[in-house]
Antibody, heavy 120, light 107 residues
Framework: EVQLVQSGAEVKKPGESLTISCKGSGYSFTAYWISWVRQMPGKGLEWMGRIDPSDSYTNYSPSFQGHVTISADESISTAYLQWSSLKASDTAMYYC?????????????WGQGTLVTVSS | DIQMTQSPSSLSASVGDRVTITCRASQSISTYLNWYQQKPGKAPKLLIYAASSLQSGVPSRFSGSGSGTDFTLTISSLQPEDFATYFCQQSYTTPRTFGQGTKVEIK
C-alpha cells in the first residue's frame, strides 16, 4: 500500500527554523517526484515546489523560491521541507504529494498534512 | 503562471441532484487538468486526471470533460458523502496551479 506519512504538528516562534518530513512507503521512492503544497487557514491549495528523489533536482514556485528549501534522502525514502526563518504568515497546513506520470502528472497520493503554527 | 478560475465558488444542492463545476485556464493546457475533492481536516483526494480519466476507486458518478481552456467536473447524482470542496489543478507546466475551490453544501 502506497503511503506518505508526514511528521507531526509544530508550534514555532517567528525567526525560528523548522524542517518537516514526508516518508514514502509501498513504492519505489526514487521513481516519483514529491511536491509540497501549502494550505493557509480557510484557503485554497498552493504549489510550493517539487523534488526528484533520484537526483535531488528541485524546482520551486516563484512565490516560494528563496523562502523554503526542499530536499530528500533516498536512503530513508523521505522528503523534507525546510525554513531557516519562519514568519507568522507561514502558519498553514503543509501537504506532500506524489506525482504520477501515468496519471497525467496528477498528485495521486497525499500525506496527511503537517500543521505549522508560527506565533510569538 | 497559468491562472485557474473555478465557478461557482460555492453551491447548495440536494442529494440526488446533478452538479456541474467549471474550471477555466488562462491559456491552453491541452488535457493536463486534474480534479480533487477535499473534506474538512483531510488531505485532497484525486478524482479525475487528464481531464476525463477516473482515478481508480472513484465512483462512476464523477466525470470530467474538456480540453484547451475550459473544463467541467460533473457529479451525476449527488450523494451525502460528496459534500466537500473541489479543486481543479493544471499539470501542464510549473508552477502547478490550482483553482480557488468550489464548496458543495447541503441545500
Amino acid at each position: 500500500e502506497v503511503q506518505l506519512v508526514q511528521s507531526g504538528a509544530e508550534v514555532k516562534k517567528p525567526g525560528e527554523s523548522l524542517t518537516i518530513s514526508c516518508k514514502g512507503s509501498g513504492y519505489s521512492f526514487t521513481a516519483y517526484w514529491i511536491s509540497w503544497v501549502r494550505q493557509m487557514p480557510g484557503k485554497g491549495l498552493e504549489w510550493m515546489g517539487r523534488i526528484d528523489p533520484s537526483d535531488s533536482y528541485t524546482n520551486y514556485s516563484p512565490s516560494f523560491q528563496g523562502h523554503v528549501t526542499i530536499s530528500a534522502d533516498e536512503s530513508i525514502s523521505t522528503a523534507y521541507l525546510q525554513w531557516s526563518s519562519l514568519k507568522a504568515s507561514d502558519t498553514a497546513m503543509y501537504y506532500c504529494a506524489r506525482r504520477d506520470t501515468s496519471s497525467g502528472s496528477a498528485f495521486d497520493y497525499w500525506g496527511q498534512g503537517t500543521l505549522v503554527t508560527v506565533s510569538s | 503562471d497559468i491562472q485557474m478560475t473555478q465557478s461557482p465558488s460555492s453551491l447548495s444542492a440536494s442529494v440526488g441532484d446533478r452538479v456541474t463545476i467549471t474550471c477555466r485556464a488562462s491559456q491552453s493546457i491541452s488535457t493536463y487538468l486534474n480534479w480533487y475533492q477535499q473534506k474538512p481536516g483531510k488531505a485532497p483526494k484525486l478524482l479525475i486526471y487528464a481531464a476525463s480519466s477516473l482515478q481508480s476507486g472513484v465512483p462512476s458518478r464523477f466525470s470530467g470533460s474538456g480540453s484547451g481552456t475550459d473544463f467541467t467536473l460533473t457529479i451525476s447524482s449527488l450523494q451525502p458523502e460528496d459534500f466537500a470542496t473541489y479543486f481543479c489543478q493544471q499539470s501542464y507546466t510549473t508552477p502547478r496551479t490550482f483553482g480557488q475551490g468550489t464548496k458543495v453544501e447541503i441545500k
